[in-house]
């Protein structure tokens, strides 16, 4: 059940929700949603980036099309100068190609969300995409993804999303998935179900919509690998592949309609929040870690997971040597 989003306090009062669930030993399920929604996770590009309160920001009206979603991208995609680099295989600790691409707002949406959190919750570690972990031993740490998909995002496709997960050592609490097309914002707590900005919605898990295998691995490429990934699992059980090119976003599917999701070789930033989105949606999720930040992971219903694991501890193994399965 995907149930309507209510305003909550803002930043004092979450604060105050995570100092009372501390209090009374962390067993409720903590904040009712972390720094909440419109404007405290949100940063807004003008139109041509100036950060708000600048003196050509102001002079321009501020459009929000994700204003409630935790994290907000304000651009227009026809005047924002939108300069793409390439990232070589030194950065974020993985081997890149000439298809993975980076932009201003990657960069600039995890900024403001560290200083928020930090401001918020100073005591908490936070390990994202483009700036790593913070330093030193933390009970709670955020996991950000500013932008899931981002050759998506570049090119004007469906599937590129913000992440927002906070864990408690490595148990994974809440999660907020962005759509960065529609700017809805789904958002789920540990026995909390999940919850959207957009009005009371039913996940409608029908048998098409189960049938579907949505697979992500952690290049933009396909190569011999890949392909043999899809006949591993194709046999297995009769699946409709899908490839999004965005885990959060094929991780939300999964949650409101159903299917399952294989993800190998990818960062625990791509996939914390939209796991999270999927087991209060009812599913189930199986993990293979390799070496930090990689780790594998296979999530959908009961017997999906039990058919599939095997395959897919396999596919893990051959993605990484190191990979170890956890329950």
């Given at each position: 059940?995907?149930?309507?989003?209510r305003?909550?306090?803002?930043?004092?009062?979450?604060?105050?929700?995570?100092?009372?669930?501390?209090?009374?030993?962390?067993?409720?399920p903590?904040?009712?949603?972390?720094?909440?929604?419109?404007?405290?996770l949100?940063?807004s590009?003008q139109?041509?980036?100036e950060?708000?309160?600048?003196?050509r920001?102001?002079?321009?009206?501020?459009?929000?099309?994700?204003?409630?979603?935790?994290?907000?991208?304000?651009?227009r995609?026809?005047?924002?100068r939108l300069?793409?680099?390439?990232r070589?295989?030194?950065?974020a600790?993985?081997?890149?190609?000439?298809?993975?691409?980076?932009?201003?707002?990657?960069?600039?949406?995890e900024?403001?969300?560290?200083?928020?959190?930090?401001?918020?919750?100073?005591?908490?570690?936070?390990?994202?995409?483009e700036?790593?972990?913070?330093?030193?031993?933390?009970?709670?740490?955020w996991?950000?993804?500013?932008?899931?998909?981002?050759?998506?995002?570049?090119t004007?496709?469906?599937?590129?999303?913000?992440?927002i997960?906070?864990?408690?050592?490595?148990?994974?609490?809440?999660?907020?998935?962005?759509?960065?097309t529609?700017g809805?914002v789904?958002?789920?707590?540990?026995?909390?179900?999940?919850?959207?900005?957009?009005?009371?919605r039913?996940?409608?898990h029908?048998?098409?919509?189960?049938?579907?295998?949505?697979?992500?691995?952690?290049s933009?490429?396909m190569?011999?690998?890949e392909?043999?990934?899809l006949?591993?699992?194709?046999?297995v059980?009769?699946?409709?592949p899908?490839?999004?090119?965005?885990?959060?976003?094929?991780?939300?599917?999964?949650?409101?309609?159903?299917?399952?999701?294989?993800?190998?070789?990818?960062?625990?930033?791509?996939v914390?929040?939209?796991v999270?989105?999927?087991?209060?949606?009812?599913?189930?999720?199986?993990?293979?870690?390799?070496s930090?930040?990689v780790v594998h992971?296979?999530?959908?219903?009961?017997s999906?997971?039990?058919?599939?694991?095997?395959?897919?501890?396999?596919?893990?193994?051959?993605?990484?040597?190191?990979?170890?399965?956890?329950?």
């Amino acid at each position: 059940m995907v149930r309507a989003g209510r305003r909550h306090k803002g930043v004092e009062g979450d604060r105050e929700r995570f100092e009372d669930d501390r209090e009374a030993g962390g067993e409720r399920p903590v904040l009712t949603w972390p720094l909440d929604a419109s404007n405290q996770l949100a940063y807004s590009f003008q139109q041509h980036g100036e950060e708000p309160g600048s003196a050509r920001a102001s002079a321009r009206p501020v459009h929000t099309p994700a204003q409630h979603a935790g994290v907000g991208t304000t651009y227009r995609r026809r005047s924002w100068r939108l300069q793409v680099s390439r990232r070589d295989g030194r950065q974020a600790g993985r081997g890149r190609d000439a298809f993975d691409l980076t932009t201003p707002a990657d960069a600039a949406i995890e900024r403001r969300l560290r200083e928020r959190i930090a401001r918020a919750f100073p005591t908490h570690a936070v390990i994202g995409e483009e700036q790593g972990s913070s330093d030193g031993p933390h009970d709670w740490q955020w996991v950000l993804d500013p932008i899931d998909g981002t050759f998506n995002y570049f090119t004007n496709l469906p599937g590129a999303a913000c992440s927002i997960a906070l864990r408690r050592g490595t148990e994974l609490r809440v999660g907020a998935v962005v759509d960065f097309t529609s700017g809805v914002v789904f958002r789920a707590r540990v026995g909390g179900g999940v919850v959207s900005d957009d009005g009371p919605r039913t996940s409608q898990h029908t048998a098409a919509g189960r049938a579907r295998l949505f697979l992500e691995w952690g290049s933009e490429r396909m190569g011999e690998f890949e392909v043999d990934m899809l006949g591993t699992l194709a046999r297995v059980r009769p699946i409709v592949p899908r490839l999004i090119g965005g885990a959060a976003f094929a991780l939300l599917s999964v949650a409101l309609e159903g299917g399952c999701f294989v993800g190998l070789g990818l960062r625990l930033w791509d996939v914390a929040a939209g796991v999270v989105l999927a087991q209060e949606a009812g599913h189930r999720a199986r993990w293979w870690y390799g070496s930090s930040p990689v780790v594998h992971v296979l999530v959908g219903t009961e017997s999906d997971v039990d058919a599939f694991a095997p395959a897919v501890a396999e596919l893990a193994r051959r993605s990484d040597a190191r990979a170890q399965a956890i329950a």
